[in-house]
């Protein structure tokens, strides 16, 4: 239902950046100190913190994936040395990646073709043994389903924070709406079709797991779909690690991609570093934007475990979620007159409103974590950087240098053209 309102949004607010463009345009005009501080703060967060982590996630779980076929060989490490090896291939993987979308938006597109069929088939090949082992009989564990689950507030949100995680790509292509051929038609489509198809595979994908796994397995288990490769497919059971960790490679690329394209549209706006708007002269690919994910993603890399990477960003992004609801509200307000190919429901802003203040609460009051605090404590470093730096327009005497510098470095310019 989330993923309906940003299609309205974006038929409001034609232009990329998702959250960060509709709080300009609901917020901007509303007032001079206020009004700007919202996607101000979206754009630091999702472009300093947020999508860096969940690249490092992503990532993460790919050098997870690619690591298990030798399990056997990393046996006889310490659990530091394993720890050490699946950061180096996290860090090769995410290097290889900032050079695919540094060089070409083409190359890119061709990349997420082949991934997203791999991936495909993978999924394919783990529901299609679970159709088989259903029609064998094989239902005792989901007979079982939740059995023995401790159901509380605290729980339900970091379920919740876990399981939307899977979903949270939805979004995604309002981050780049201006380079969507007939956005006012495949934004729409492309969350019609996808999100849906996404959902059955997910939900067949688990019932298959539970043909075999028990709901402790599943749960105690670094990677699922492994470990129900060892069991079903013997000798071939290295499909499974090799596609999901394509899948995951697709899905960090992916990523990276598109909080490119935010860095550059909020450096257009003024509200990033100048040079972080630039393209490169040949490639029109935004540079300085693509290493600047890969830098910070780096550093999340070697900072923090999947667990509480995944917990500290659904908490973020469930802020921001929130707010866009209420920027929809204000704008069916303030723009009465302006065009919507596809009106939602007033309940359902509503409905995501409550929900995003469930998720970012409960776990704020029964589990107070300094990951929580640690979030909100960004939140007010980026409305503090926002006093200088855009109300005031305070510029240090070396940025021209410095614009200067990644200028020539990268051979990049200011967009007077759009984006490949």
Same mark, same amino acid.
Request: proline residues 5%.
């Given at each position: 239902?989330?993923?309906?309102?940003?299609?309205?949004?974006?038929?409001?607010?034609?232009?990329?950046?998702?959250?960060?463009?509709?709080?300009?345009?609901?917020?901007?005009?509303?007032?001079?100190?206020?009004?700007?501080?919202?996607?101000?703060?979206?754009?630091?967060?999702?472009?300093?913190?947020?999508?860096?982590?969940?690249?490092?996630?992503?990532?993460?779980?790919?050098?997870?994936?690619?690591?298990?076929?030798?399990?056997?060989?990393?046996?006889?490490?310490?659990?530091?040395?394993?720890?050490?090896?699946?950061?180096?291939?996290?860090?090769?993987?995410?290097?290889?990646?900032?050079?695919?979308?540094?060089?070409?938006?083409?190359?890119?597109?061709?990349?997420?073709?082949?991934?997203?069929?791999?991936?495909?088939?993978?999924?394919?090949?783990?529901?299609?043994?679970?159709?088989?082992?259903?029609?064998?009989?094989?239902?005792?564990?989901?007979?079982?389903?939740?059995?023995?689950?401790?159901?509380?507030?605290?729980?339900?949100?970091?379920?919740?924070?876990?399981?939307?995680?899977?979903?949270?790509?939805?979004?995604?292509?309002?981050?780049?709406?201006?380079?969507?051929?007939?956005?006012?038609?495949?934004?729409?489509?492309? #969350?019609?079709?996808?999100?849906? %198809? &996404?959902?059955?595979? $997910?939900?067949?994908?688990? +019932? *298959?797991? /539970?043909?075999?796994?028990?709901?402790?397995?599943?749960?105690?288990?670094?990677?699922?779909?492994?470990?129900?490769?060892?069991?079903?497919?013997?000798?071939?059971?290295?499909?499974?690690?090799?596609?999901?960790?394509?899948?995951?490679?697709?899905?960090?690329?992916?990523?990276?991609?598109?909080?490119?394209?935010?860095?550059?549209?909020?450096?257009?706006?003024?509200?990033?570093?100048?040079?972080?708007?630039?393209?490169?002269?040949?490639?029109?690919?935004?540079?300085?934007?693509?290493?600047?994910?890969?830098?910070?993603?780096?550093?999340?890399?070697?900072?923090?475990?999947?667990?509480?990477? #995944?917990?500290?960003?659904?908490? %973020? &992004?469930?802020?921001? $979620?929130?707010?866009?609801? +209420? *920027?929809? /509200?204000?704008?069916?307000?303030?723009?009465?007159?302006?065009?919507?190919?596809?009106k939602v429901p007033v309940f359902i802003p509503v409905l995501v409103i409550l929900v995003a203040l469930f998720l970012c609460l409960v776990p704020i009051i029964t589990d107070p974590?300094?990951?929580?605090?640690?979030?909100?404590?960004?939140?007010?470093?980026?409305?503090?950087?926002?006093?200088?730096?855009?109300?005031?327009?305070?510029?240090?005497?070396?940025?021209?240098?410095?614009?200067?510098?990644?200028?020539?470095?990268?051979?990049?310019?200011?967009?007077?053209?759009?984006?490949?």
């Amino acid at each position: 239902m989330g993923a309906l309102t940003f299609v309205e949004l974006s038929s409001v607010v034609p232009r990329s950046g998702a959250e960060y463009s509709y709080f300009l345009e609901a917020f901007g005009s509303l007032h001079k100190f206020w009004g700007p501080l919202p996607s101000f703060v979206c754009a630091f967060i999702n472009v300093c913190i947020l999508n860096p982590t969940s690249t490092a996630v992503i990532i993460l779980t790919f050098s997870e994936y690619v690591c298990h076929p030798f399990a056997h060989q990393m046996s006889g490490m310490t659990p530091e040395s394993q720890d050490m090896v699946k950061k180096m291939i996290a860090i090769v993987g995410l290097g290889l990646m900032t050079v695919i979308n540094f060089m070409s938006v083409k190359l890119y597109v061709r990349m997420q073709n082949i991934f997203s069929v791999c991936k495909l088939v993978v999924c394919g090949i783990v529901i299609l043994t679970g159709v088989v082992l259903l029609c064998t009989g094989e239902t005792e564990n989901l007979s079982k389903g939740s059995e023995g689950s401790a159901a509380s507030p605290e729980n339900l949100a970091l379920a919740f924070y876990g399981c939307l995680w899977s979903y949270g790509g939805w979004s995604t292509i309002t981050v780049i709406t201006e380079e969507v051929k007939k956005p006012e038609v495949n934004v729409l489509r492309s #969350i019609v079709i996808t999100l849906p %198809l &996404v959902t059955a595979v $997910y939900l067949m994908m688990n +019932v *298959a797991y /539970m043909t075999i796994l028990t709901i402790p397995e599943m749960v105690t288990a670094s990677a699922v779909a492994v470990v129900f490769g060892d069991r079903m497919l013997g000798v071939m059971n290295f499909i499974i690690p090799v596609g999901v960790a394509i899948s995951t490679f697709g899905c960090a690329l992916n990523n990276q991609f598109a909080t490119a394209r935010l860095c550059y549209v909020a450096g257009r706006e003024g509200h990033m570093v100048e040079a972080f708007s630039y393209i490169h002269m040949r490639r029109l690919t935004p540079a300085p934007a693509v290493l600047l994910q890969g830098l910070l993603a780096f550093l999340f890399i070697i900072s923090g475990d999947i667990k509480s990477l #995944i917990d500290f960003c659904s908490f %973020l &992004v469930w802020i921001f $979620y929130g707010f866009a609801m +209420v *920027a929809l /509200m204000v704008m069916r307000k303030t723009k009465k007159d302006a065009s919507r190919h596809y009106k939602v429901p007033v309940f359902i802003p509503v409905l995501v409103i409550l929900v995003a203040l469930f998720l970012c609460l409960v776990p704020i009051i029964t589990d107070p974590t300094p990951k929580y605090f640690l979030a909100l404590l960004f939140i007010g470093l980026g409305m503090i950087l926002y006093v200088p730096l855009v109300y005031h327009k305070f510029r240090p005497k070396w940025m021209n240098e410095f614009t200067y510098f990644i200028q020539v470095l990268l051979e990049v310019v200011p967009p007077e053209n759009e984006l490949e």
